[in-house]
Nanobody
Framework: QVQLVESGGGSVQSGGSLRLSCEAS????????MGWYRQAPGKQRELVVD???????NYADSVRGRFTISRDNDRKTVYLQMNSLKPEDTSVYYC?????????WGQGTQVTVSS
């Protein structure tokens, strides 16, 4: 079973930065399409950005230019660098991996941006 362990969430002021990390167990990380999602109170879960096993990326318009996703296959970790944070970025952020017809989710980490 693949486990995704997230870290890096917290509280920051508007304009600040955070870097989220998601480390995967097992040996199949390099085959996983990875992504970050977020869900604010009363809202549906939405894609923030994803990165394929081949390294291609897809960003939501709301974060493009401010957030950057990257992956380190040796560390089996995907990162989300978040800059110029806004109060509307406040959400629980989830890490997701998909491959071979399976889907894995992290437990979520809270990001709070104060005005």
């Amino acid at each position: 079973q693949v486990q995704l362990v997230e870290s890096g969430g917290g509280s920051v002021q508007s304009g600040g930065s955070l870097r989220l990390s998601c480390e995967a167990s097992g040996s199949i990380f390099r085959f996983l399409d990875m992504g970050w999602y977020r869900q604010a109170p009363g809202k549906q879960r939405e894609l923030v950005v994803d990165i394929s096993s081949g390294g291609s990326t897809n960003y939501a318009d709301s974060v493009r230019g401010r957030f950057t996703i990257s992956r380190d296959n040796d560390r089996k970790t995907v990162y989300l660098q978040m800059n110029s944070l806004k109060p509307e970025d406040t959400s629980v952020y989830y890490c997701r991996g998909r491959a071979f017809g399976y889907e894995y989710w992290g437990q979520g980490t809270q990001v709070t941006v104060s005005s």
